[in-house]
């Protein structure tokens, strides 16, 4: 599998950042993101299957972000509205080949596949 990221930048606090990642390769079960802020340990900020239920999201970005997916395109797309400073991160996005329960999927340990991260910076 291989995830192609993009759609980061510089944007001050409050405004909006879309991220895209185009997945290819090997059948898996969909896409989640991930960031890591310097010194940080890399969270979970949401995820998606490519198809039914089972989109789940962080606490720190329910209401403000939305992740939504094409899966004619194997393209998802992670919608940050309402950017704070604390967002500031590399987001990554992730796959693994197979559902699991929502503690599983989760964790960035049980995601084999990863894209090359792009850079999301909020100013105050």
């Known amino acids: 599998v291989q995830l192609q990221a993009s759609g980061g930048g510089l944007v001050q606090a409050g405004g909006s950042l879309r991220l895209s990642c185009v997945a290819s390769?090997?059948?898996?079960?969909?896409v989640a993101w991930f960031r890591q802020a310097p010194g940080k340990e890399r969270e979970f900020v949401a995820v998606?299957?490519?198809?039914?239920?089972?989109?789940y999201y962080a606490d720190s970005v329910k209401e403000r972000f939305t992740i939504s997916r094409d899966s004619a395109k194997k393209t998802v797309h992670l919608q940050m509205n309402s950017l704070k400073p604390e967002d500031t991160a590399v987001y990554y996005c992730?796959?693994?080949?197979?559902?699991?329960?929502?503690?599983?999927?989760?964790?960035?340990?049980?995601?084999?596949?990863w894209g090359q991260g792009t850079q999301v910076t909020v100013s105050s």
């Open positions: 992730a796959a693994r080949l197979n559902r699991g329960i929502p503690v599983i999927m989760r964790q960035a340990a049980q995601h084999t596949y």
């Open positions: 390769g090997s059948t898996h079960y969909g």
């Open positions: 998606t299957p490519w198809i039914g239920g089972g989109i």
